[in-house]
C-alpha cells in the first residue's frame, strides 16, 4: 500500500480501513523483530506524501488501533470503542500507547486506556482529540475529508504532518530552523509555477 501511494504521487489519499480486537493469546507467536518490522510499517504510513484516511467499522484494538493512530484523519461510528489489548495481565506496551498518551495530551481516559485496558467509546475519543469525527454514514464521512484535503498536495502535507510530529520534543530554537526551511519551500513555490 505504501509503494503504491509512493509512485501515484501529489492530491493522493490512502483510506486504511480498520476494526478488531485481538483475544488474549494474540502475541503468542511474535517476536521482537516481527514488531520492529510492524512499526517499522507505520512509521512509513505516518510520513507518507498522501493524506492517509483511517475508517474504524467497529472496536479497534491491537493492529487496527496502531494503524488507525498512525493516520491524519480518523472516522469512526458513535458504537466503535478503541481498546488497548492485554497481552499476559497487562496491556501490550506498544507504540499504540505511544501514540496514544501523545496525541491524547494526558487524559484520564488515555492513562485508563494505556493503564487498565479500559475502552474509549467513540465520542470520548473525539473528545481526547484522538478521533476526528464519529459518523454513522462512513462513506459520506469519507467524501467529506476528502475534499477538504483536495487542494493540500501530498508532499505539502508531509512536510508539514512531520513538522507536527516533531513540535512536543523540539525546543523553539532547534524547530526554528526547520521551520524557515518549510517557509522557504512555500514561498518559493509559486514562482516555480507561473511561467516566465
Known sequence: MCDAAEDIGAHRFVIVRVSGVPGQQWAGDLSVALVSKWERGLRRLERLPAVTIAVANADCGGIALDALLATDYRIMP?????????????????????????QAAGTVSARKAGLFGTPIEAVAAKAMGVIDEVAEDLSVAIEKVMELAAAVEGTELAIRRQLMLEAPTTTFEDALGVHLAACDRSLRRPAAAVPE
Not at 458513535?78 to 500507547?97: C, D, E, F, R, Y
Open 78 to 102: 458513535a458504537s466503535a470503542k478503541l481498546i488497548v489489548p492485554v497481552v499476559a495481565g497487562a496491556t501490550w506496551p506498544g507504540m499504540a500507547l505511544y501514540r496514544l498518551a501523545r
